[in-house]
């Protein structure tokens, strides 16, 4: 593809002024923070803001000349070393500058990514803040050339016609080619725009949010307005691959570009264990990112559709992906392999995950006569007082460089009492698979991690898993003269409601306060009363 038949456009607020948009959307999105699990994060951890990780922003305008792509740092709330600038028209290391012009959509992008107020991210190490075109020119289509150096790239644009509509097929998939390869080489991950869509307007997900390598990343707002859809136009993947609440794909796409900051930046600390790589490698953030997502009404998938055509993954919530993330490395304890195409039931093994939310980084090695198969053993009974459990695995591996297809990875849910499937994830084209089972029973079960043999793109691939079974549990205790309501931070995405029978229950969060959160647990202070009156937790709660 050449640089003259892309267009980058930009997707947020077309048709109001600027002071106007500003002023409809931040008072509403700060209040997304807690929608997202960054409040409950910040009530729950100490200092996880980005520090030390360094990040891009490509921006642009491609009809203005020097480009507008710049983020003033007074209007973010950063001081002017964070940047950097770059654009045809030069490099400059302060602004103002002659690379380029100022950029509300930039600096609106910029609060939610890394501002002082709004921002996810409030510390990132650095900014690589540069036009569009630029950036994909000397970086993405030419891999020649030294990389940018950055650990992830928020790319708040598409690549479109000038009329919105989508590149021939074959020019998408030369796109999404480009930036898988540069991730593979380089182990950047990089956060797209799905594009924004509307609710009758259902257009398909635009580039480079099509990317194997990549997160693509949905918008979704109470009042109806929500982003592009799935799946891709090119062979049915499923793609976007994460949600966040947000009035446009400009604005949800830096929040989640904040959280892999965030995970980046926990990960080097050593908060998911010693091994730093593992953790912070594009596959496991990735990973917890979209197994830590809460799924909101509406939401499905398929065995062999493992995301949302809407949601993806589900909405994005920090915390969850955090306390995965610090759950640390679980290794499999055993390894099968079986003739290619035949039965993998569960295998007698005493072994047993040490925890239930975690995740791991390995490889896995099939052959050109056999399937090879990772077992994770899990008891999910801890604190379950006989109740059901909710399962989400997410398995993340990547396109090769220069490889048109991927490996073929599946994940599988066994009962081992009864070696019964519970659950599987068997995507063709995705290298994203991905189990959710909200009603899982207490027991023993083997998640496995499997590779197809025969004939494949390597022998080897390395993938990341991410993990979670959770059983919330709520309950009610004195306060002085009153009673409260109290449930764990995490998992998080839980709301709670009230009926006053339980025999034809009428569901509502009706007088109910707003939820706080003390001594590391969420908390609903309520007055005594002799009437009857249950409380349940519901997941979602948007």
């Given at each position: ?330 290794s499999n304890f055993v390894f099968t392999t079986v003739s290619t195409g035949g039965a993998h039931p569960p ?140 449930w764990p931070l995490y998992p998080a995405g839980f709301l709670v409601e009230t009926a006053t029978n339980l ?40």
């Amino acid at each position: 593809m050449t640089k003259s038949e892309l267009r980058m456009l930009r997707f947020i607020f077309f048709g109001g002024i600027i002071c106007a948009a500003l002023s409809f959307c931040r008072p509403v999105l700060a209040q997304f923070h807690d929608q997202i699990g960054l409040t409950a994060l910040r009530a729950a951890t100490t200092n996880i803001n980005g520090s030390g990780i360094r990040v891009a922003q490509p921006e642009g305008d491609v009809a203005l000349n020097p480009p507008a792509f710049e983020v003033n740092p007074a209007n973010v709330g950063q001081p002017a070393a964070l940047f950097s600038y770059a654009s045809a028209a030069g490099t400059a290391g302060f602004y103002p500058n002659t690379a380029g012009t100022n950029s509300w959509h930039a600096e609106d992008v910029g609060n939610y990514f890394y501002g002082t107020i709004y921002g996810v991210a409030t510390n990132v190490a650095h900014v690589d803040n540069s036009d569009a075109d630029y950036f994909y020119t000397n970086y993405i289509s030419n891999l020649a050339l030294p990389a940018l150096g950055d650990s992830l790239v928020n790319q708040s644009f598409i690549f479109c016609n000038d009329d919105y509509s989508h590149f021939p097929i074959s020019q998408e998939q030369d796109l999404d080619s480009q930036y898988d390869n540069y991730a593979a080489q380089n182990g950047t991950l990089f956060i797209s725009s799905a594009g924004d869509g509307g609710p009758t307007n259902q257009a398909r997900i635009y580039p480079s949010a099509t990317c194997y390598n990549g997160i693509g990343v949905a918008a979704y707002f109470p009042s109806g307005a929500y982003s592009c859809i799935g799946p891709t136009l090119d062979n049915g993947r499923c793609k976007p691959d994460i949600t966040a609440l947000s009035t446009y794909t400009s604005i949800s796409t830096p929040l989640v570009s904040g959280a892999a900051a965030m995970l980046l930046q926990a990960g080097a600390r050593g908060d998911g264990g010693g091994d730093t790589n593992s953790v912070m490698d594009m596959r496991t953030i990735k990973a917890l990112l979209l197994n830590g997502a809460v799924k909101p009404l509406g939401w499905t998938n398929g065995n062999s559709t493992p995301l949302d055509a809407r949601y993806g993954s589900g909405m994005l919530n920090i915390l969850n992906s955090y306390e995965q993330l610090a759950g640390g490395r679980q290794s499999n304890f055993v390894f099968t392999t079986v003739s290619t195409g035949g039965a993998h039931p569960p295998v007698p093994s005493t072994n047993t995950m040490a925890v239930l939310s975690g995740w791991d980084f390995g490889t896995n090695t099939s052959s050109t006569v056999s399937d090879a198969i990772k077992h994770y053993f899990f008891n999910v009974t801890n604190n379950s007082g006989g109740g059901k459990f909710i399962a989400t695995a997410t398995l993340v591996w990547n396109r090769h460089k220069n490889k048109t297809t991927i490996n073929n990875l599946n994940l599988f849910l066994y009962d081992c009492a009864t070696s019964n499937l519970v659950a599987c994830s068997t995507s063709l084209v995705d290298n994203v698979e991905h189990i959710y089972k909200p009603d899982l029973a207490p027991g023993r079960y083997d998640l496995q991690v499997w590779k197809a043999g025969g004939s494949t793109v390597t022998t080897n691939e390395i993938y990341a898993l991410a993990f979670e079974f959770i059983a919330p549990s709520l309950n009610l205790v004195p306060a002085g003269t009153n009673v409260a309501l109290t449930w764990p931070l995490y998992p998080a995405g839980f709301l709670v409601e009230t009926a006053t029978n339980l025999v034809s229950p009428a569901w509502t969060t009706n007088n109910l306060p707003a939820a706080g959160i003390t001594n590391g647990r969420n908390y609903i202070l309520l007055n005594a009363t002799d009437a009857n009156q249950f409380f349940r937790l519901r997941r979602p709660n948007f």
